[in-house]
């Protein structure tokens, strides 16, 4: 594992992380029916249909594919509309297996209003990750980087008021109804496993990507959703792809939604 760069490195929990890795593994073959993998004639299509749990500014569908049993993981992409690459991996982990999933929750365009126009922010131009009612809201502005090594200087909005868009209250009730274990964030291209937390599942996820595990994103997010995560003390492991071609996702990152998917990983 290559050192993170907040300095942020623990050793100590490679062990723990893979006997938890085994007996989860271990508990899963023991009780839990395995999605079978679909050939890839089949990839080309989702499984099955979605449901919608809310609409966007722009009267777009928010949907989502809803587990058959009890919720243990929600995955959730393109939160931040320019961050299309984070969609394309998700939906073709998801193409990969017969539907529907047993124990996890999938959200394939948190944001699709910024998605479909390729903006950060909402079409109110809200940074949807800076307008969860977190203790830590702020009005105002929220700068973000046009490239990741550009300034902070790109000037979208926090909302009007905490929690303020639909697409965020929508997340919110969802997160209310499915009462996930842990949920995990997908956004790019900060290359690393962000878990406050320091989980056993943060380990293997940094184990399987080569990417490093690091307690935050190194600067201030107020309002975000791992803000508002940890005032609920709601588990939530925020994954940034790297820079990455539609591609490269095959290669490492799919199989790994795969077996977040399936269970084998949690
Ligand atoms: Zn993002």
Known sequence: MAPSRTGHHCSHGRARARSGATTCLLLRLMSAP??????????????????????????????????????????????????????WALSRALRQL?????????????????????????????????????????PGEVLSRATVDAPRDVVLHTGASAGSEPETQALLALIAELQPDVVIALHAPLACIDDPANSALGHRLAE???????????????????????????????????????????????????DLLTGTLR
């Open 34 to 87: 395995t999605l079978d993998r679909r050939p890839r004639a089949q990839w080309g299509t989702l499984p099955v249909a979605p449901t919608r749990y809310g609409q966007s500014v722009l009267g777009l569908p928010l949907e989502v594919w809803r587990p058959t049993g009890r919720c243990e993981v929600l995955l959730f992409a393109a939160i931040h509309g320019e961050e299309p690459e984070t969609t």
């Open 98 to 138: 017969d539907g529907p999933l047993a124990h996890a929750a999938v959200v394939l365009a948190a944001n699709p209003d910024g998605l479909i126009r390729g903006t950060r922010g909402n079409a109110n131009g809200v940074d949807l990750n800076r307008n969860f009612p977190a203790r830590n809201w702020q």
């Open 208 to 258: 399987r990507t080569g990417m490093p595990l690091v307690p935050d994103v190194g600067y201030a997010t107020p309002g975000s959703f791992g803000s508002w995560c940890a005032d609920q003390a709601l588990p939530v492991i925020t994954y940034e792809l790297p820079v990455i071609a539609p591609e490269d996702t095959m290669a490492v990152h799919v199989p790994v939604f795969v």
